[in-house]
């Protein structure tokens, strides 16, 4: 069974920083692609980012590009997503989500991942 734990969440200013990180347990996390996805009230969930299991492809949705990075860091089984320069439109949702398939190429889409983590509330302050 895999489980993927979100935390650091919370709420900050417009302008402010966040760091979330998203523990795994229960499966080789270094063999799949981890990815980020958010939700806001009334709204459907979207992908954020993600990072192949190697780390050397990686997307972002184009509202985040340039403020917000993934990473990796494999002998800790956790994927992180830092977001800097935050603005309201940011708050939602945000949980984390593996892959089905083994070291498979970096995808978008939600039908491509197998396991989420609860997801962690991140709250942009005008």
């Known amino acids: 069974q895999v489980q993927l734990v979100e935390s650091g969440g919370g709420l900050v200013q417009a302008g402010g920083s966040l760091r979330l990180s998203c523990a795994a347990s229960?499966?080789?996390?270094?063999?799949?692609?981890m990815a980020w996805f958010r939700q806001a009230p009334g709204k459907e969930r979207e992908f954020v980012a993600a990072?192949?299991?190697?780390?050397?492809?990686?997307k972002y949705t184009e509202s985040v590009k340039g403020r917000f990075t993934i990473s990796r860091d494999n002998a800790k089984n956790t994927v992180y997503l830092q977001m800097n320069s935050l603005k309201p439109e940011d708050t939602a949702v945000y949980s984390c989500a593996a892959d089905k398939n083994y070291r498979s190429i970096v995808r978008t889409t939600e039908l491509a991942y197998e396991y989420w983590g609860q997801g962690t509330q991140v709250t942009v302050s005008s």
């Open positions: 229960g499966r080789i996390f270094s063999t799949y692609a």
């Open positions: 990072i192949r299991w190697s780390g050397d492809s990686i």
